[in-house]
């Protein structure tokens, strides 16, 4: 199936012992990884490594896969371009780091902290008092699932234009980085996932890692043989 591949390449390095400049991340051990396979480190449309961006995490069951997701907005992405018919639907609670069902979730939305794939964050919490308490620190208003998803279903052709002007220029220091540092391969991706797992395991560009690894993987989806 022809993916939509979208891509927001964010600031911050993620580190396994040192604190986090990105808010969004937690430490590999911290999270929890609900795929299963070798993609299973990456969310399953844009690609973007899940611990850097764990806090923001979704999941949910299609064909009787469990997929994971770098945001809401990747998971509806899915869902409504990709045509998956989704259930068992989770939301990472940013009080516990553990997955719950997102019906039971508390979503502040549009706070100051930083969204992922999007301009307006959206972070969930399993009880209203966790996420009143984050609201009067950092802003933004609570929503529940149902309104949510319908929410960013409006505004995700608008996102994926937005994206999509920032998403050539990755491309195109992606192309450079691959010719400049890696052994050139005629193997062809579907994903961004799939490209960044081979990658990782080949070598071909050394030990890449974070916007570098990014980049290149997506030049690979989308380069033209």
């Known amino acids: 199936m022809k993916k939509i591949i979208i891509l927001m390449l964010m600031v911050g390095v993620w580190l396994n012992a040192a604190p986090m400049k990105n808010y969004r991340a937690v430490p590999l051990k911290q999270a929890t990884l609900l795929k ?3 993609e299973k480190m990456y969310c399953s449309v ?5 611990p850097m961006f764990y806090r923001t995490n979704h999941a949910a069951d299609h064909d009787h896969i469990h997929d994971q997701y770098c945001s809401i907005t990747c998971m509806i992405v ?20 553990k997955f ?5 979730a508390y979503f502040v939305v549009g706070s100051k902290k930083p969204g992922t794939m999007s301009m ?33 279903k409006k505004a995700q052709a608008k996102e994926i234009a937005a994206t999509k002007k920032r998403q050539a220029k ?5 192309a450079m980085m691959y010719k400049k540092i890696c052994k050139p391969t005629d193997k062809q991706f579907a994903t961004t996932a799939e490209a960044k797992t081979f990658l990782r395991s080949s070598k071909i560009c050394g030990n890449i890692r974070g916007k570098k690894l ?3 993987g997506m030049y690979l989806v989308q380069r033209k043989h």
Do not use: H, W
Request: hydrophobic content about 40%; some cysteine.
């Open 214 to 216: 990014q980049a290149i």
């Open 36 to 38: 299963s396979g070798k």
């Open 46 to 50: 844009c690609g973007m490594t899940l």
């Open 170 to 174: 990755a491309i195109k220091k992606g």
């Open 100 to 104: 719950i069902p997102s019906k039971d």
């Open 120 to 152: 307006v964050s959206k972070y969930a919490f399993g009880t209203l008092s966790a996420a009143q308490d984050f609201q009067q620190q950092n802003g933004g208003k609570i929503m529940r699932f149902g309104p949510l998803v319908e929410m960013v």
């Open 78 to 97: 899915d869902m409504v371009v990709n045509g998956k018919d989704m259930s068992n639907f989770k939301v990472v609670d940013n009080t516990t780091l």
